[in-house]
């Protein structure tokens, strides 16, 4: 495998996999991406519309779908919260056998079930803003790059210009470095 054809497919699993471990996309490790990629010589139409094909193919679906996976098991936390709080303040609310023990005893479970619904209601609702954000943003970035790829690329076989080469590789940088994205990979 020559270096052209290996080194998106090096940089995309460094990336990827640094989203695996939790903490979000490293922006060093994109931007050296990027001045590598920039400093390689312009491919030719058809490699770079097989690359940008590659990228809308498998890399911006597999990132969507992690925000996807992210929103359902925040959801399913959350709601997991939610519902647990509100049954242990009803439970500690309605139940005779506390009742007997002091008006503290009820008084604190029912405010810490309470609390833990609350916790869990607006846990959702702050914390699922901001992957649908991603998702909104990887579509948007999709349709661009569609859309840049249809009038960017020069048809025929020849070497494409660097100003081409750049823009893609800048537009792939600002894609993986995202903002919105940034934590919900």
């Known amino acids: 495998m020559n270096r052209r054809a290996s080194a998106p497919a090096l940089l995309a699993m460094l990336v990827l996999g ?3 471990s939790g ?4 922006p060093t490790l994109v931007e050296a991406g990027r ?3 920039r400093e390689q010589p312009p491919p030719t139409a058809a490699e770079l519309r097989l690359e940008v094909d590659s990228f809308l193919e498998n ?5 969507r779908k992690r925000a996807v996976q992210r929103i359902e098991r925040e959801a399913k936390v959350w709601r997991a ?6 049954a242990l303040g009803v439970l500690a609310a309605s139940s005779g056998s506390i009742a007997g023990s ?7 479970l029912v405010g810490a079930g309470g609390a833990a619904a609350i916790l869990g209601g607006v846990g959702y609702y702050v914390r699922t803003p901001r992957h649908q954000a991603c998702i909104t943003f990887l579509d948007a970035a999709h349709a661009d790059l569609s859309s840049w790829r249809s009038h960017a690329i020069p048809p025929g076989d020849g070497t494409v210009a660097p ?3 750049h823009a893609w590789v800048d537009r792939v940088a600002s894609i993986r470095a995202a903002a919105p994205c940034a934590k919900s990979r």
């Open 81 to 86: 919260t939610f519902v647990g709080g509100a």
């Open 35 to 37: 001045k590598l990629r």
């Open 163 to 165: 100003a081409v080469w």
């Open 18 to 20: 640094s989203c695996a």
């Open 59 to 63: 890399e911006l679906p597999l990132l």
């Open 23 to 26: 903490g979000g996309t490293d």
């Open 102 to 108: 002091g008006d503290a005893a009820k008084a604190s």
